[in-house]
């Protein structure tokens, strides 16, 4: 079945891809993780269960990263949208690792994103599935330690006939006393992404030899030699008159593409990551966290540009 054209209204927030990012500042911040809360909170529902419950997709590291990251400027470079103008964008996010088995590749998947403007949330979401929502952010340019990182958002702290939904903070991180690697300090003059690529390897303690079985190594590395960051969703839209069901479903799969690093570092910091609780965002219980402040196991700050382009889908249902 042929798809009706997309109606481009008066200020429309939902450009054409593929869009191109110019300077983008990241930190990441890993925290240790269940599998089996990956799996059974986020996987099964989010990926497996619109396939019938078959077990395709599946956590890979017993990590997770608290991401923050700004974009200076993100536009369409599609045809006949190049003077459409650009913007700035705030984020932060949760990263979690896991491998589509069918096409023996890796893909990062986001449980929680927040943005700071209309275009971005509208963008992300329709176009690919980023489960994107406002929020407001406190954040360092880099490429120093930054003492605190924090993002709110409206959300309900505990349900209930009179809950309301209001604007708080949903997780912060921040510096603490101590060092994070013991007799090593910041690791600096990072200047190609395959070394940064290959030192967070080595700081997940990422195990290969079930990669290998998988025949995900050799994808993973292909990607990380293409300066490639693979991406899975789900997108989907609430039908009108059936609202428990959705009138468009799939599973998208897409390509970030680096096009130029700028550096990295890793920082021999100690830093903490408080996840205030909410009921509208269990965010500790869908990752399987401690309470309390999460120790972080290693952070670093990185600067590139990238582009984004259409998706794949690798299951898509639609009336």
Known sequence: MSLPSYVNRSGEQVYLPPFAATGTRLFGFAVSASLDAQKTRIC??????PLGGKQRFL???DQVFFVFN?????????????NTGSFTEQEGAVWMLVADTETDRMFWYHPYMLVDNAYALSMGREI????????????????????????ETIGVRQWGPDAKGERQPLFTVRRIDGPAFPGEGVLEGISEASQLMAELVKLSSLDLSWLEELKLSAHFLEDVLNLRLPMVFLKQFRDGLAPSQAVAQCIQEV???LTAFHGARIYGDAFEVVVHDMDSHPIRADL?????PIPVNYAFWTCFDFTIGPCTAAWKVSP
């Open 44 to 49: 099964n529902p989010c990926l497996n269960a």
């Open 59 to 61: 956590p890979v590291l």
């Open 70 to 82: 700004s974009i200076d400027a993100l536009r369409s470079t599609a045809p006949g949208w190049e």
């Open 128 to 151: 690919y599935g980023f489960p994107k929502s406002l929020g407001w952010f406190e954040l360092a340019p880099g490429p120093d330690a930054p003492d605190v990182l924090s993002v």
């Open 255 to 257: 390509n970030v593409q």
């Open 288 to 292: 399987g966290l401690p309470n309390g």
